[in-house]
């Protein structure tokens, strides 16, 4: 027998690959397939793929019972959702007001032509996305940087140019 949350999303056009939408139906049941449960499913779809496509908002919709505008709605409101791939590495720069006062600015700069990117986008070889935020909550230690989930603090300019190196970029 098939539930209506399977028959929703075959319904979804276009379609995902059948295994990438076979595994959003299964977080959304995890899930318990409930609309208040949307955040949660957005973040474990965004954990397994990096993003979320346009396809896996449609399934998410469809699987919850909510309009597409419902879900996008919630996607974009929210800046840590992905609507494209990342790069392989991301590096999030705090800019709030502790780490201004303890030079995210010049950080920042540094950061943009030392990754060859500007803040808010992907380097053209998909390599790094540079990301802004607005407190990591490390704001005794600005400025914070967050390097691929690892947070960082009172990052230097030569401190940032240690973990680009690192990570081989």
Known sequence: MVSNQEERLR??????????????????QDH???PDNLIEVLHAVQARDG?????????????????RAEVHG?????HDFRRIPPGKTVVKICLAEACQALGCDALKEHAEEVLSTDMGAT??????????VYCLG?????????????LYGRVTPEKLDSLVSGADI
């Open 11 to 28: 319904e979804a056009e276009p379609a995902q690959e059948p295994d990438e939408k076979r595994a959003t139906l299964k977080i959304c």
């Open 32 to 34: 318990g397939s409930r």
């Open 51 to 67: 993003y979320l496509s346009d396809d896996s908002l449609r399934d998410i919709a469809a699987c919850l019972n909510l309009t």
């Open 74 to 78: 919630v996607a974009s409101f929210y």
């Open 123 to 132: 380097s053209s070889d998909g390599e790094v996305s540079l990301e802004p």
């Open 138 to 150: 490390n704001c005794a230690l600005g400025p914070a940087v967050m390097f691929n989930g690892d």
